[in-house]
T-cell receptor
Framework: SQQGEEDPQALSIQEGENATMNCSYKTSINNLQWYRQNSGRGLVHLILIRSNEREKHSGRLRVTLDTSKKSSSLLITASRAADTASYFCATDALNDYKLSFGAGTTVTVRA | DTGVSQDPRHKITKRGQNVTFRCDPISEHNRLYWYRQTLGQGPEFLTYFQNEAQLEKSRLLSDRFSAERPKGSFSTLEIQRTEQGDSAMYLC??????????????FGSGTQLSVL
């Protein structure tokens, strides 16, 4: 079973616009991570936010975490065609160090 | 750049045949994971190793699946008597696990299995 659920399932935006996707999870966590996957390839780690952090930035990425609501959001600012990919949140539950992934959000950036 | 490598990239087999996949992790990484991914879904955990010890195997994993990591280096995943439902992308990932946490996974490009 998958711990996280992303919303929306798919997102289509114009180049230059911002893309926001959300992740909800079920159990208390150590940290939450976001990964990107280009079609037919492996996943690439984007950013990690610890359970005691509320917001984190990395380049054009901004991640928030609300542990009281068991939810996170990923914002990609000023999107580019190269941002077209599937984005997955992943969590490791307390005392269970393996990562569980959601079903992902597919982002299409139109030129 | 010596990332995680998987071999083969693609495998087509007939139902009932056995298949074996190989994963070479990043050399200094002590943990190695196997995940399975079907179209439109996220990776599903199969099993993981810390060094040569297999620490956990998914309850959903059939006895037809077996994985090894001899000497704590490369790993193999074998599927015996393949079924059409085994068709998926098999992803390997490695990490440097520390007690303090914040473990990031580095994924290979995967092996795409098609069972006819």
């Amino acid at each position: 079973s998958q711990q996280g659920e992303e919303d929306p399932q798919a997102l289509s935006i114009q180049e230059g616009e911002n893309a926001t996707m959300n992740c909800s999870y079920k159990t208390s966590i150590n940290n939450l991570q976001w990964y990107r996957q280009n079609s037919g390839r492996g996943l690439v780690h984007l950013i990690l936010i610890r359970s005691n952090e509320r917001e984190k930035h990395s380049g054009r990425l901004r991640v928030t975490l609300d542990t009281s609501k068991k939810s996170s959001s990923l914002l990609i600012t000023a999107s580019r065609a190269a941002d077209t990919a599937s984005y997955f949140c992943a969590t490791d539950a307390l005392n269970d160090y393996k990562l569980s992934f959601g079903a992902g959000t597919t982002v299409t950036v139109r030129a | 750049d010596t990332g995680v490598s998987q071999d083969p990239r693609h495998k087509i087999t007939k139902r009932g045949q056995n298949v074996t996949f190989r994963c070479d992790p990043i050399s200094e990484h002590n943990r190695l994971y196997w995940y399975r991914q079907t179209l439109g879904q996220g990776p599903e955990f199969l099993t993981y190793f810390q060094n040569e010890a297999q620490l956990e195997k998914s309850r959903l994993l059939s006895d037809r699946f077996s994985a090894e990591r001899p000497k704590g280096s490369f790993s193999t995943l074998e599927i015996q008597r393949t079924e059409q439902g085994d068709s998926a992308m098999y992803l390997c990932a490695s990490s440097l696990f520390r007690v303090e946490g914040n473990e990031k996974l580095f994924f290979g490009s995967g092996t795409q299995l098609s069972v006819l």
